[in-house]
Antibody, heavy 118, light 108 residues
């Protein structure tokens, strides 16, 4: 079964850090581009970051550039998001999503919740 | 940046109704338009990609159309499990795929 499972969310104070992980199974992880997407409470979906299959190409949304770092370990079938200098507005459910054929985000994890609050 | 605008923002309908949701892009995106369904507490689920292609496993009562700037998602006969929030997303500027604000489909 094709599956993505996020972990690492939690409660953190403003200015703090968290590292999210996304474990992939059921497909050849190293062949796929990946994204992180977030959804603030009661709000819509916001793309956060992208990484190519090899990890050589990376993009960030302006809202997280300079604070978040995306990475992957193809040997461990894992995707990561290092989040530093967290702000209240980073509070959201964070999803990892696979980029399938025709650049479509076809597989999503269940999400992990990040709450930034003092 | 390309802005995606959905209408309506919310919609009440009954089981068996035919429902149409509209998505408009701020500039032409050809057919790089996808539709997702999201139920409360769940991840988004891909329904339609490339404006009109049905994702594998999605019931045929879902269909999509449009190109350029104007797109529609149609549900031909609403089923109880279809009550959810629907999002359009442009992938023209892949990987920076922006979403519409969502359309919440509720039971009348």
């Amino acid at each position: 079964e094709v599956q993505l499972v996020e972990s690492g969310g939690g409660l953190v104070q403003p200015g703090g850090s968290l590292r999210l992980s996304c474990a992939a199974s059921g497909f050849t992880f190293s062949s796929y581009e990946m994204n992180w997407v977030r959804q603030a409470p009661g709000k819509g979906l916001e793309w956060v970051s992208y990484i190519s299959s090899s990890g050589s190409t990376i993009y960030y949304a302006d809202s997280v550039k300079g604070r978040f770092t995306i990475s992957r370990d193809n040997a461990k079938n894992s995707l990561y998001l290092q989040m530093n200098s967290l702000r209240a507005e980073d509070t959201a459910v964070y999803y990892c999503a696979r980029v399938g054929t025709q650049q479509v985000w076809d597989v999503w994890g269940k999400g992990t919740t990040v709450t930034v609050s003092s | 940046d390309i802005q995606m605008t959905q209408s309506p923002s919310s919609l009440s309908a009954s089981v068996g109704d035919r429902v149409t949701i509209t998505c408009r892009a701020s500039q032409s995106i050809s057919s790089y338009l996808n539709w997702y369904q999201q139920k409360p507490g769940k991840a988004p689920k891909l329904l339609i990609y490339a404006a009109s292609s049905l994702q594998s496993g999605v019931p045929s009562r879902f269909s999509g159309s449009g190109s350029g700037t104007d797109f529609t998602l149609t549900i031909s006969s609403l089923q109880p499990e279809d009550f959810a929030t629907y999002y359009c997303q442009q992938s023209y500027t892949h990987p920076r795929g922006t979403f519409g604000q969502g359309t919440k489909l509720e039971i009348k």
